[in-house]
């Protein structure tokens, strides 16, 4: 129906033939059939691989994939690590970064929020400030990309200020996973879902856990029943799963990693890179500036550009002049940002030059 359409916004991606097709594959019982098992174990391992890709630290991560979207991640994450009278560090520069203190709210815990201006990257010396003045605290929350502005945080030296602290780290990193390193290594819960970066459709979180993470959510009495990691820890090793798997959305996203894969990660990231430069070029031939005020913070996987109260309109002349759909800013900002996806499978430079030809066009 709309084939020609060029689709690049932060999530959902553009899905290859490949993973539609596996996800056409028939219908097993997921918890019946112990091939499936296998499967799935694959499928985690292949996963920790692209977790694992360019980080360099050392120390296993157990990979467990939920059956819902991106935010059920991250509410699992919370609800299993967060218990009633639990303080819990918010760190925020932007929307999602935010947003982690209405789950740690819903579920009891104390949330204390430290925030930078969202044009500039999380900052270590504020979160090592924070830590030295305001008490103690059990968990810190953050995000790697924040989507809505742009902005990838640099979070190593946070997670080490956090580590020396005692305190258990949760990244959102939805947005990133799959499109450039992560440092999961340092990160206790790392999130991440299927429709960002991985290419294939939504339905499905990603959750690398530490052992630290796991013995914590031992002595959190969680009551949720759906959003709880809790199960999973052992859910590969004893073949019984919490609930009857997506079997048609892990089938798709085992031919998405199959692709990230073969192709070889570091060319995936470089290929992220060149489609995010490409974009930020062709921005300023437009007299267009990203968010972020540092291009060192500037996301590999979308590029945030400031338009002034333009980005509505903007967005629905390419799409409707130009066939081409691109996102706007969110909340408040909502018409001051134009944002360009160019992740997982989009991120290749002549589908950027598509776009920005497009955006040329209009702004003509
Ligand atoms: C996309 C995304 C999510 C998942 O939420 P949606 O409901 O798909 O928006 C979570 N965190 C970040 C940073 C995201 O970009």
Redesign the pocket.
């Known amino acids: 129906m709309f084939d020609d359409r060029l689709r690049m916004t932060?999530?959902p991606t553009e899905v290859p033939e490949s993973v539609r097709q596996a996800m056409g594959e028939p219908t097993p019982n997921p918890d019946l059939e112990p091939e499936f098992f296998e499967f799935y174990r694959g499928l985690t391992d292949k996963l920790e691989r692209i977790y694992r890709a360019g980080d360099g630290t050392d120390g296993d991560r157990d990979v467990v994939v939920l059956g819902g979207?991106?935010?059920l991640g991250?509410e699992a994450a919370v609800a299993s690590l967060v218990g009633p009278g639990d303080r819990v560090l918010c760190l925020s520069n932007g929307i999602?970064g935010d947003g982690f203190t209405d789950f740690v709210e819903n579920y009891g815990g104390e949330a204390v929020v430290s925030e930078v201006p969202w044009r500039e990257p999380l900052d270590g010396n504020v979160v090592a400030d924070v830590l030295d003045r305001r008490g103690e605290f059990d968990v810190a929350t953050m995000?790697h990309?924040?989507?809505p502005t742009g902005s990838l945080n640099d979070l190593e030296g946070i997670l080490d200020v956090l580590r020396d602290h005692d305190v258990l780290s949760i990244v959102?990193a939805?947005?990133s996973l799959g499109g450039t390193p992560v440092p999961t290594g340092k990160i206790d819960v790392c999130l991440g879902?299927s429709?960002?970066c991985l290419s294939a459709p939504?339905g499905l979180a990603t959750c690398a856990v530490s052992d630290r993470a796991w013995k914590r959510m031992d002595a959190v009495d969680n009551p949720s029943l759906y959003a709880d990691l809790g199960p999973w820890r052992t859910a590969a090793d004893e073949e019984w799963f919490p609930y009857t798997h997506l079997s048609s959305n892990l089938y798709g996203l085992d031919a998405a990693v199959d692709l990230l894969l073969e192709e070889g990660l570091e060319d995936v990231f470089a290929r992220h890179e060149a489609a995010a430069r490409r974009c930020r070029e062709r921005a300023a031939e437009l007299g267009l500036e990203p968010y972020p005020t540092d291009e060192a913070a500037c996301s590999p996987t979308v590029t945030a550009l400031a338009v002034e109260g333009r980005a509505t309109e903007l967005q629905r002349a390419v799409l409707e002049e130009q066939d081409v759909l691109l996102a706007t800013g969110l909340g408040e900002l909502e018409d001051d940002i134009l944002r360009v996806g160019h992740m997982g499978h989009n991120a290749r430079v002549d589908r950027v030059d598509r776009a920005m030809d497009a955006l040329e066009a209009v702004l003509s």
């Open positions: 932060p999530g979207e991106g935010i991250l999602y995000v990309c924040e989507t959102d939805v947005s879902a429709q960002k939504p």
